[in-house]
């Protein structure tokens, strides 16, 4: 039988371990290819440019100060989940972190509600982005607006959320592996486009741009005269009142954290699947692909924003969106702008190339980012429902895999049907818009839980820490763990409050200000709450005891 | 009614193996079953320089006097290595010859088995709890002499044996792997190993299939996808089925009461195969958690509940 010797002759080094050929002895991953998951999660175009386009509420906010700020305090989420993964890399993350550490029911009910029931909102979300990245400015590009109204109109919006779902459906049944070597076709022809996109900007003038943009509007939407400026009066009309680069004030700074969070704090999104990887339990493979899958994206942001004030004018593209959503909301006296769809820098970018075939195959090659990212929507849902069946708390058959295929049907039907439904509210019901803002919000919370479970984890599973390799990881002889999750916790409890109770309703979530969504989050805590508590009892009439499932057995 | 606790793949783990043990009181099972690759797949030497001992565990080099030796041991084995104290010229000479490393490592695991098996019988003489252990495609075939000789623990391969009025057929081998393992063999072979035991079963309805390797696509059997260099694909997200089409089609072909099987640590999960109930437990030996299941069997029902945990 063969056998290895690790730090051994081959190296020079004195021999450290002795390995015999053993099942599962793998070699560790390759870090890049983690990272790129990672990359996706917090994907610049998608999400980033979706959720910039809301900075303009916080117009004395400066930018690029927030990102950075925000890339700083997501590290510590960062560290705090490479270290959990590292302690216990288990399918499941949230759930299986919490529910070890927490409690069955309180593991159950927290992750749940955000890995389970939240996602259901991300599916119109996605579908948003689809609509306003790729099929209406593509459809008014090759010249056909019908096609591009159809996508704003409410059977329009319903029927992009179908597609999202499709494609969703699709990935999953294909499985990890062939999405995986989309993903990285996807990943290389996409930051071919973005760096097209960066050249475009980088060499074009503030007056190109705006020759540029006058010259589309009128092509494309029919506006007539100088609509760079027509567009900033319209915002003005909305009540916005511009928008400084160089203003430096602390304060807004830290209420655009919360904007920045719709995309900057998913780098841990791929946490839920570590457990199925050997070698998780080295942190510096869950690390740096989290790591750089943040910091990556953050430095990439940074270029993008100092591009656009650079290009497009910062006033000129806050103005643009708050014309854009204060017309899309139908605030008070808002006046439609002369381009009435979604200020897409992507298509702006293409703008100052004059040919419309350019502009369009620059919109398709940048919807890779899309394509490369939206298929994982479900994938870490299904994860933390196969490890909630497994544990019996729901039933088995939402575990079930078809034996052919090897689909996990059982999940796929808990998540797509909740998902059908409510994006047929989204398109039909524009009143509940708030429940769909709290998206980021309810997944922040169950972050907080795992954070809070991070925190405790070395006085409530001494065992575990102890045998793990972050036991030895101490700052003033306290666990760094547990500091590293304190500053997360502040973080995101910081942002939390924001969102719940802005005095002014900044974010469209302020409990005060949106009933709707309050009332939404309640029931889905109830319904959490009430699914635990039936399977409890049921349960216990069949001789299971929920509660012994993370039950210690004593080792002596 | 026997009450079944099953765990596998300990690998050496022996906080898992004393959990294990303490299992049948802790969930009140009269028969424990453990299924397969219970030994270490590591030894980490522990060299004797200057009445100080130096060793090297998760990436730390570290050094000890030689009174707190007993102490890192422990920490080793809980790992599920195995710690063996040398000197630096032992450490060179086994470093430099693969045979005497190989003797080596034989005799380590064996003592380690054996002192398992007097473990079980010091903790459970008495008790009236049946212990069945098989030895998994990981563990070296010597294993099963010393597992035969134990007090109280009964060898499982390749033996039908009568549980309170079910009958269990055990196998640790397994199809072929990428790290040729020691109970490997072709599909064919596994099919005939499987079905010699099965054919002998004389109720299927009353039937445990204690088989290490999962079946096929069921699941049970998934595992990061490798290249040929064992070097993991995708960041590791790629899954692919790697169990036994023997074991699925004598699942399918006998329809036993419930089929319960180890080797992919990270496919822990609860599937219906047919009729069959298919358990594999998972493992998470390295951290001294051990995974497990409890089923509740019931000579009407059958199977009357079950439940992973993780102990």
């Known amino acids: ?556 | 009614m026997p009450r079944i606790f099953f765990a596998t793949d300990l690998h050496g783990s022996e906080v898992c193996w004393k959990k294990f043990l303490n299992a049948a009181r802790f969930y009140g099972a009269d028969v424990l079953i453990c299924g397969g690759d219970m030994t270490g797949k590591a030894i980490v030497p522990l060299v004797s320089e200057n009445g100080h001992y130096s060793y090297v565990l998760g990436g730390e080099a570290l050094t000890v006097a030689a009174d707190q030796v007993g102490e890192v041991e422990g920490h080793i084995r809980r790992r599920g290595y195995y710690p063996l104290q040398m000197t630096a010229e032992r450490l060179h000479e086994l470093d430099a010859d693969p045979t005497k490393r190989a003797e080596c490592f034989q005799e380590v695991m064996l003592d380690g088995v054996d002192r398992w098996m007097k473990m079980a019988a010091d903790r459970l003489r008495g008790a009236g709890v049946r212990v069945f252990v098989s030895p998994g495609n990981d563990d070296e075939m010597e294993v099963d002499e010393v597992i035969r000789r134990a007090e109280l623990v009964e060898l499982g391969e390749g033996r039908v044996v009568e549980i309170d009025g079910f009958a269990m057929i055990s196998t640790g081998w397994s199809n072929p792997t990428p790290w040729k393992t020691h109970r490997e063999e072709s599909e064919a072979k596994l099919a005939e190993r499987i079905d010699s035991m099965a054919s002998q079963v004389p109720d299927q309805g009353k039937a445990i299939f204690n088989l290490h390797c999962p079946p096929y696509q069921s699941g049970l059997d998934e595992a990061p996808a490798i290249d040929a260099d064992l070097r993991l694909l995708h960041g590791g997200r790629a899954l692919r089925p790697v169990g036994s089409t023997a074991v699925r089609q004598a699942i399918e072909k006998h329809q036993p009461l419930i089929s319960l099987h180890g080797h992919i640590h990270e496919s822990k999960g609860a599937v219906k195969i047919g009729k069959t109930l298919a358990i594999n437990p998972g493992s998470a030996y390295e951290e001294g958690m051990l995974m497990g299941a409890i089923i509740q069997l019931d000579p009407k029902k059958g199977i009357k509940s079950y439940q992973l945990v993780n102990g």
């Open chain 1, 1 to 556: 039988m063969a056998q290895a010797t690790m730090g051994g002759s081959a190296t020079g080094a004195r021999p450290t371990l002795f390995l015999r050929n053993a099942t599962g002895l793998v070699k560790a991953w390759s870090t890049f290819d983690a990272f790129v998951y990672s990359f996706w999660s917090v994907n610049l175009i998608t999400l980033g440019l979706y959720g910039m386009s809301f900075l303009y509420s916080v117009p004395d906010g400066q930018a690029l100060v927030s990102i950075l700020l925000f890339g700083v305090l997501t590290t510590f989420l960062v560290v705090t989940y490479a270290m959990l993964v590292s302690v216990m890399p288990r399918t499941g993350g949230d759930y299986a972190w919490q529910s070890r550490i927490l409690g069955g029911a309180a593991g159950f009910v927290l992750s749940i509600t955000g890995w389970w029931f939240t996602l259901f909102l991300w599916a119109p979300i996605y579908a948003n982005i689809l609509v306003v990245q790729f099929f209406s400015p593509l459809a008014y590009t090759l010249g056909s607006s019908s096609v591009a109204n159809f996508f704003t109109s409410q059977n329009g919006i319903f029927v992009a959320c179908l597609i999202v779902l499709a494609f969703v459906s699709v990935v999953v049944t294909l499985g990890m592996e062939t999405y995986a070597r989309i993903q990285k076709v996807c990943f290389w022809i996409g930051l071919g486009g973005l760096a097209v996109m960066i050249l475009i900007l980088a060499f074009a003038s503030q007056s190109d741009f705006q020759n540029a943009f006058n010259r589309e509007a009128a092509s494309l939407f029919g506006a007539s005269g100088n609509a760079y400026q027509a567009t900033i009066d319209a915002a003005k009309t909305g009540g916005y009142g511009g928008s400084d680069f160089s203003t430096i004030s602390f304060g807004p700074i830290l209420l655009i954290l919360p904007f920045l969070a719709f995309y900057l704090l998913w780098p841990n999104w791929g946490a839920t699947l570590y457990g199925e990887v050997r070698g998780a339990k080295d942190i510096r493979k869950p690390f740096w692909s989290m790591f750089w899958g943040l910091w990556v994206t953050v430095a990439l942001v940074a270029v993008v924003v100092l591009l656009m004030v650079k290009t497009f004018g910062w006033n000129f593209y806050q103005a643009a969106n708050a014309a854009y959503w204060n017309n899309f909301y139908a605030v008070s006296g808002a006046k439609a702008p002369p381009v009435g769809i979604w200020p897409y820098p992507v298509m702006f970018a293409g703008w100052l190339v004059d040919n419309h075939l350019f502009q369009a195959v620059l919109i398709i090659v940048m919807a890779l980012w899309f394509f490369g990212w939206a298929g994982t929507l479900f994938l870490s849902s299904t994860r933390v429902i196969f490890a909630a069946a497994f544990d019996r708390v729901l039933p088995s058959w939402a575990a079930n895999i078809s034996a052919k295929r090897r689909v996990p049907y059982g999940s796929l039907v808990l998540m797509i049907v909740p998902s059908i439904v409510v994006s047929a509210i989204y398109a039909y019901k524009p009143s509940f818009t708030s429940v769909f803002l709290d998206a980021t919000a309810v997944l922040a919370l169950t972050f907080l839980a795992t954070t809070v479970a991070a925190i405790v984890l070395p006085w409530v599973r001494k065992d575990l820490y102890n045998a793990s390799p972050i036991a030895s990881y101490k700052i003033a002889g306290i666990p760094a763990i547990s500091i590293v999750g304190g500053v997360t916790a502040i973080f995101l409890i910081f942002m939390l409050y924001e969102w719940f109770f802005n005095a002014s309703n900044l974010y469209g979530t302020s409990f005060q200000s949106t009933v709707s969504s309050v009332v939404y989050f309640a029931i889905t805590y109830v319904v959490a709450i009430a699914i635990y508590v039936i399977a409890f009892v049921v349960r216990r009439n069949q001789g299971i005891d929920l509660n012994r499932i993370h039950h210690e057995i004593p080792v002596e």
